[in-house]
């Protein structure tokens, strides 16, 4: 089960099913949309689904308040919490949002982590208006210039906004401002791996297997899209999206590795980033959080 419906992020599940990839591996692979990362940890905790893809601060949360799951891989490491806005709206660095009405989504981990980012680029939260907007809403907020900025995920937002309003954007990103911490990748239930760790295993090499496959033919992964889903974007705004994701596989500590190759340096910096912004419980060891045994070996 995806976080969301398909978009551009999710081209190597789609070209790795087309490609055979999994089929090698042993995965027979049915692919569903999700409804939020919450709901897609949920479901596979409860068995629903045998693997999951989510935002990592969501599963974590949910990991707190007793939800058996377990991430066997983070794929999206550097975070796609951006604040986003059109290019031609004179805002150049951080230091230009002061005043200006920002779109947020109450719960969610760019909002949630939206005051780490304003003190990390030299800003108050009272510099800023924060306007609570649900997450369908808010690019349309933006478009129609209810708002000045909206925070979110840059890599599948922005190129959407570009599209629907004709005008370019631009974003100045979390990690920009020196802060980061994971974001979207694989789960799986505790049960799933006692039952069947070798499963969880095919799995994730599998899915690291079908990343790499779809970084080296950006393209044809992105035309393996085509037809699954009837809310999917265009064939433009698909390789934007999927370029754009290409950007956040790695870290300097996990650069060269094959993607889902998780540095415990990363997982500890996360989980303090979590853990400060009140997402998470303080003091979460790694271990509760993601099963290191099965990084990928492909």
Do not use: C
Request: charged share 15%; aromatic share 8%.
């Amino acid at each position: 089960m995806l976080n969301w419906y398909p978009y551009g992020e999710h081209a190597p599940f789609y070209y790795g099913l087309e490609q055979g990839i999994f089929e090698e591996h042993g995965i027979d692979l049915k692919i569903e949309p999700g409804q939020g990362a919450a709901k897609t940890t949920q479901a596979v905790g409860s068995g629903e689904v045998h693997f999951g893809w989510a935002d990592t601060p969501v599963v974590l949360g949910n990991i707190d308040n007793g939800v058996a799951v377990k991430s066997v891989g983070v794929f999206l490491q550097t975070t796609p919490s951006a604040v986003q806005y059109f290019s031609d709206s004179g805002i150049t660095d951080a230091s230009d949002l002061a005043g200006l009405t920002i779109a947020t989504t109450a719960g969610d981990a760019p909002t949630t982590t939206f005051p780490l980012f304003l003190d990390a680029a030299g800003l108050d939260l009272d510099d800023v208006t924060q306007q609570n907007i649900d997450a369908a809403g808010k690019n349309s907020a933006l478009v129609s210039g209810k708002v000045d900025a909206l925070v979110g995920f840059a890599h599948d937002q922005s190129p959407i906004i570009a599209a629907e309003s004709g005008k370019s954007m631009a974003s100045i990103s979390y990690a920009d401002v020196g802060l980061n911490f994971f974001s979207n990748g694989l789960i799986t239930s505790t049960a799933q791996i006692a039952a069947d760790p070798r499963v969880v295993q095919a799995m994730t090499d599998a899915t690291s297997a079908s990343f790499t496959a779809a970084r080296d033919d950006p393209q044809g992964a992105v035309a393996s899209m085509a037809g699954r889903d009837p809310q999917i974007a265009d064939s433009p705004v698909l390789l934007e999206q999927w370029q754009s994701t290409i950007d956040l596989l790695s870290t300097d500590n996990s650069n060269g590795k094959v993607p889902g190759t998780n540095a415990e340096e990363d997982w500890i910096n996360s989980i303090t980033v979590l853990a400060d912004a009140g997402i998470i419980d303080t003091g979460g060891a790694v271990e509760n959080y993601y099963d290191a045994s099965f990084r990928p070996s492909t």
